[in-house]
């Protein structure tokens, strides 16, 4: 890269920025990548605007350590403390050439991630020798004068070599890596050597530059294996290596390399023929993919993800990275705030394939419009909740002996409701806000709850206290065929008195109702239990009964607690004592 183009400025003049955040986004010969400030401070001066090409090394915006002094480094155009956002900050941007090699070869060069950096420490390789690498994927972390960045490759390749190791220092410029184009271009890379890789480079010779290093001790630990070669991938190996290991029947992946990043030479081989060379270790003693860890303190995040975090003012910390080594990427916050909605994983195979469930807005129907306004008209109405259990023995055999007459629950429950309303007729009453007053109804209309498609509707059973079971169990099965087509007329649905919400046949024990507009009672009942009872008459003094839990929401303006517990009460002993009055 000779030259880049700003794409865009992701901030401008007068805006603060932070070591760490994107503030330009640059076109290079290879691809589109942010550039972050490596110091905090204030956007002075934007110099290459936006759609301009700049040269290498060319300034393209100023950058004051204060807001206070941000006119005068404008005006100026430099000076004071000040620092130059350049293209030099993408310094990592390969330099391509043909070095020493049969093959084409792109050096990585350290950057230069501040204005005052003139050398860097490399924290972490997050590549090994042998493994792809994509444009805008995170290669080394390096430690400059001011934090650890991560810096990312700048073409499609594989890493052949690496110059200067974890924990080595090279200064800004200096060549630390090599990239190739094609994976079985590593190997040619790797039979140079360390001298050769470092002459190419342009680099002094190890003995030339260091003579006292020149003779390392002797040690007796064993060659240090290359990621690549321990995890079981591709064995790097000299022709002449190759070939022996085919003649002596010697198997190139159960050797330790002793050449460069772990090569193995035609003297590993010989040795191994004579079994004195060192086996390579399993793949369990070495991970099969080359792991990172950040610095303490240090959330691992690409540069987009931090500016992301920072507008959605986001704790970097607080989210789960996705990205290589767990960096936190853009896609990650988007998730976290919910601009984007995490991907599904797929399914193992064999495994049952995920239930795809509704998503998205779906607008309210007519009927569901109703209940949605309905639900909302009583809730600044005063309201108060008795419940009782009733004994239900006596009830389940009556409804046994009708069944056969098409006589339902509900025409019973109905009924037997009814016959409670005529002995408190308050119960059967309605607030009038205006007078305000009480509203008694002559008529005991009862309203029962039925759920069908699409919502939820009231057929009413009128006059129910007058009419008998069979009468109210005919009337029932009609109105409940008429709300499943939906062609109840008003009268049929809006003309209750009392309703009651029975949710039992699903198993509910207990449950509170909501109270319906114009009315002062609603009766929710819960599904019958099996519950132990004292019992004189029985030897151990106990017995089994069944009992239903039932719940009563009434409008307090006019219902008063005492009403509600003798209403509970008399309807307790219709259930109970007197289930024949049902069938008068």
């Known amino acids: 890269m000779k030259e880049g183009k700003i794409v865009s400025w992701l901030k401008e003049e007068g805006d603060e920025v932070s070591a760490g955040e994107a503030i330009m986004v640059v076109e290079s010969d290879k691809a589109d990548m942010d550039v972050e400030a490596f110091e905090d401070g204030f956007i002075a001066k934007i110099i290459t605007d936006e759609g301009e090409t700049a040269t290498v090394g060319d300034i393209v915006a100023l950058i004051a350590e204060s807001e206070a002094e941000i006119e005068s480094v404008a005006a100026a155009g430099t000076g004071g403390e000040t620092s130059a956002a350049s293209t030099e900050e993408t310094a990592a941007a390969p330099a391509e050439g043909g070095g020493g090699y049969d093959c084409e070869t792109t050096e990585i060069f350290m950057p230069a991630l501040s204005s005052t950096m003139v050398e860097g420490k490399i924290v972490s390789w997050l590549k090994a020798v042998g493994d792809p690498v994509t444009a805008g994927e995170a290669i080394m972390v390096v430690e400059s004068d001011k934090a650890d960045m991560d810096v990312e490759a700048f073409e499609d390749g594989y890493l052949a070599a690496i110059i200067t190791d974890e924990g080595e220092t090279a200064e ?6 090599i990239i190739v184009e094609e994976e079985a271009d590593v190997a040619v890379v790797e039979a140079a050597g360390p001298l050769t890789i470092a002459s190419s480079t342009g680099l002094a010779s190890p003995a030339a530059a260091a003579p006292k290093a020149a003779a390392p001790k002797p040690s007796n630990a064993a060659p240090k294996l290359s990621a690549a070669a321990a995890s079981g991938g591709r064995v790097v190996a000299s022709p002449l290596a190759k070939k022996l290991a085919s003649e002596l029947g010697v198997d190139l992946a159960s050797i330790a390399g002793s050449g460069p990043g772990g090569r193995i030479t035609g003297a590993d081989i010989e040795k191994a023929a004579a079994g004195g060379a060192p086996t390579k270790k399993t793949a369990v003693d070495v991970p099969a993919e080359p792991s990172w860890v950040p610095a ?12 992301l975090a920072k507008k959605a003012k986001l704790n970097l910390g607080n989210i789960k990275g996705t990205g290589q080594f767990g960096r936190v990427t853009a896609d990650d916050v988007k998730i976290a705030t919910g601009e984007k909605k995490p991907v599904r994983k797929a399914a193992a195979p064999g495994a049952p394939a995920p239930v795809e469930l509704p998503e998205g807005l779906v607008p309210f129907d007519g009927m569901k419009k109703a209940v949605s306004n309905n639900m909302e008209a009583t809730l600044s109405t005063p309201i108060f909740r008795v419940s009782r259990d009733i004994q239900t023995d006596k009830f389940d055999e009556l409804y046994k002996k009708v069944k056969p007459d098409g006589i339902t629950v509900s025409a019973l429950l109905a009924k037997a409701v009814a016959m409670a309303v005529e002995k408190h007729p308050i119960m059967n009453s309605s607030f009038d806000p205006k007078t305000p007053g009480t509203v008694y109804n002559k008529d005991i209309n009862i309203a029962m709850a039925v759920a069908i498609d699409g919502g939820l509707i009231t057929p009413t059973l009128k006059n129910a206290n007058e009419r008998n079971i069979v009468e109210l169990g005919q009337n029932w099965k ?10 109840l007329t008003a009268d049929e649905f809006q003309s209750g008195t009392f309703t009651i919400s029975n949710l039992g046949m699903f198993g509910v024990s207990q449950f509170d109702a909501i109270l319906p507009p114009g009315q002062g009672s609603i009766l929710a009942i819960g599904g019958t239990q099996e519950k132990v009872v004292p019992d004189k008459s029985s030897i151990l003094g106990l017995k089994i009964v069944k009992k239903m839990t039932v719940t009563l929401t009434c409008d307090h303006r006019q219902i008063y607690g005492a009403d509600a517990a003798l209403f509970l009460r008399t309807l307790a002993d219709i259930m109970e004592n007197r289930i024949e009055s049902l069938t008068l």
């Open 478 to 487: 009609e109105l409940v065929g008429k709300a499943k087509t939906g062609s």
């Open 172 to 177: 800004v410029g200096a060549p630390v890596g």
């Open 296 to 307: 303490e303190g240090v959330v691992a995040a690409t540069p987009m993800a931090r500016v």
